[in-house]
């Protein structure tokens, strides 16, 4: 009895040890390598895909959508880009993903950071002899993220120096969960951004700042032109040493745009004229083959003030013209240089007689489609001043002018801040000194 009673026990936890087994293989029957594909399998250069294991079906011939999303146009040194892949595709069990990112010469390009480690992880791989490293899904990580779909959030770390064009290839499994490769749908994608150009208006250089059509920018990046070279005809040129600007407005509609200098790390152009407002691309290639890229935000009117310093501040770029009782006119300087200090320094202004009229004349870009000359406003130390005139000046493609008659109530104050508003829009500050 006592033989029966253990062989029973023995029997009874035999099946429980089974049934446990089978229960821990029931609840993860989702698809081969459910807890992160193999390396190399994103269908970049020289990679398989997954359909060489899951292949009931032709790569991307399903019903479903794979998505890479939060890249932006150009990136910068070090930056860290936060980045989603979405696998869409109803009546699926489970969804992975594995992604990588490559230079021109299939070289790893940054680094991938995992910031949901429930969802993602990272490996890695080697493809003739290059090392190359993967985001890809977890176990946990293959259940669904919504209706429908998977979806994986990661960040991505730039490169120190620019790498140039870099692409990242991702592949998604969408599955139905029967436990073996049979049955799932494989897709892939790719998506590529190049190193960010920044482009500011040249006269403010105010970052983030809107621009506008026919106005003057200047753009930073690192491998912008092959060399520095200025323009010397006109019309102005739209290649420079072999570098290009093209500026594809909200419409659609790309156009070369004038240049006035190019040099490896910043090229001024002027924005085409007809460029539509709202968002607008901005590629420069550079004469040895390199592309840069970034967005600038186009407005009716961007109102920048130069500077005599060309840094958007201090000492106004500017002329006094002085009318005198008897009609004759007179230009004078508001700046001059200082070697001591190496920069410019304001002069001060006297405003002479009551019987002159003093203008401050003010040069600036972005301003020549104000709406009527009621919408522009001056404030020079805190007072309003007149304005009695504003347009595109006939001598410099794609700069303005505006003319500021000084009041006498000025007279004594020194240095003060010049504002001027354009439909609304404030130009970056610059300075004059009133004697």
Known sequence: MKSQTRSFRLFILA????????HYFSTRRINAFSGGPPASHTGAPNEETCVVCHSSFALNSGPGRLTLSGLPVGYLPNQEITVTVTLTQADRVRYGFQATALDESGRQ???????????TQTSSGTVRGNARSYINHTSDGTFPSGPNQGSWSFKWRAPANSAGKVTFYVAGNAANGNGNTSGDYIYTTLASIFPAVTSVSAASFASEAALASEAIAAAFGTVLAAATAGADTLPLPTDLVGTQVLVKDSAGTERHAPLFFVSPMQVNYLIPSGTANGPATVTIRSGDGSISMGTVLIERVAPGVFSANANGQGVAAA????????GSQQYESVAQFDPAQDRFVSVPIDLGPETDQVFLVLFGTGIRFFSSLAAITAKIGGLDMQ?????AQPDFVGLDQVNVRLGRDLAGRGEVDVSLTVDGKTANTVRINIR
Do not use: E, P, Q, W
Request: aromatic share 4%.
């Open 319 to 326: 002329v006094i013209l002085r009318v005198r009782a008897d």
């Open 387 to 391: 304005v009695v005139g504003a347009a």
């Open 109 to 119: 390009v940054g680094s991938f950071i995992v910031t949901d480690s429930v969802r």
């Open 15 to 22: 099946i429980g040890s089974l049934l446990i087994v089978m």
